[in-house]
């Protein structure tokens, strides 16, 4: 009698870049706000899969259920529940997670920054090289990228800044913890302050982007000022609003 030998079953640790979505109450008019905000950008959540918070909610089961239904509705992708009963768990439902810890701010050098990051394992990825989507990098402070960002790939550092000398194709991504510098044009999705900074910016030779954000607050492409398309531009907050100026 042969045997056959036992074959390994690999696993690896991976960080993927994800979107935290956490409603508020009263949630028909979040859901109004967001309906507004799918107007604006239809589709960004086609793009994005996003980690579900309802930690402040305190929903019941039906609750929670008619919530998810709505979001699916509106074709945002659900990969995940924080905060949820894990005795509502069923094959039809996303799974769910345990809390994530506090993302690190300026003001804390303790915390690790893992809330927009599923499965993260930082000692991971740490070359400096370009990742497709889903394979974002994690780099410590700053981040240089010498070639330019195609279509398709990400590009991530959870610590500071991101300086691209080149371009920044449609269909890519940049986050940053700091600010952004983009030395070519900026045709994609540019994120800065992701982990809660303020202060950050984002600069540009050419203002081509698709969507720009800074700590959270967005603008889509048909929100900027035409007159700054394909200009030197800087986009920072002021007075709680994304402020996007000329830049010489």
């Known amino acids: 009698m042969s045997v056959r030998p036992t074959q390994a079953i690999r696993f690896k640790g991976r960080s993927y870049f994800s979107l935290t979505l956490a409603p508020e109450l009263p949630l028909a008019e979040w859901q109004n706000r967001l309906d507004a905000w799918l107007e604006r950008s239809?589709?960004?959540?086609?793009?994005?899969?996003?980690?579900?918070?309802?930690?402040?909610?305190?929903?019941?089961?039906?609750?929670?259920?008619?919530?998810?239904?709505?979001?699916r509705e509106r074709a945002v992708r659900v990969l995940g529940v924080e905060g949820g009963n894990a005795?509502?768990?069923?094959?039809?439902?996303?799974?769910?997670?345990?809390?994530?810890?506090?993302?690190?701010?300026?003001?804390?050098?303790?915390?690790?920054?893992?809330?927009a990051c599923v499965g993260a394992n930082r000692d991971e990825a740490q070359a400096p090289t370009l990742a497709t989507?889903?394979?974002?990098?994690?780099?410590a402070s700053p981040l240089f990228i010498d070639s330019p960002v195609r279509s398709g790939q990400s590009v991530l550092n959870p610590d500071g800044d991101v300086i691209i000398?080149?371009?920044?194709?449609s269909g890519a991504e940049v986050v940053a913890a700091g600010s952004i510098h983009v030395y070519g044009a900026l045709r994609g999705r540019a994120m800065a302050g992701a982990y809660g900074d303020e202060t950050a910016r984002i600069f540009c030779r050419s203002l081509e982007a698709e969507l720009i954000a800074v700590n959270g607050l967005y603008q889509t492409s048909d929100e900027i000022d035409p007159a700054l398309r394909?200009?030197?531009a800087q986009a920072r907050l002021k007075h709680g609003m994304i402020l996007v100026t000329k830049f010489d």
């Open 42 to 71: 239809p589709g960004f959540f086609s793009r994005n899969s996003v980690i579900l918070d309802v930690r402040d909610l305190a929903l019941d089961k039906d609750g929670f259920l008619t919530l998810l239904e709505g979001l």
């Open 87 to 115: 005795d509502w768990a069923g094959p039809d439902l996303p799974p769910f997670m345990p809390s994530g810890k506090d993302v690190r701010t300026p003001d804390s050098e303790t915390e690790t920054p893992v809330e």
């Open 133 to 139: 989507t889903g394979n974002a990098i994690r780099h």
């Open 165 to 169: 000398t080149g371009a920044v194709a």
């Open 230 to 232: 394909k200009k030197p």
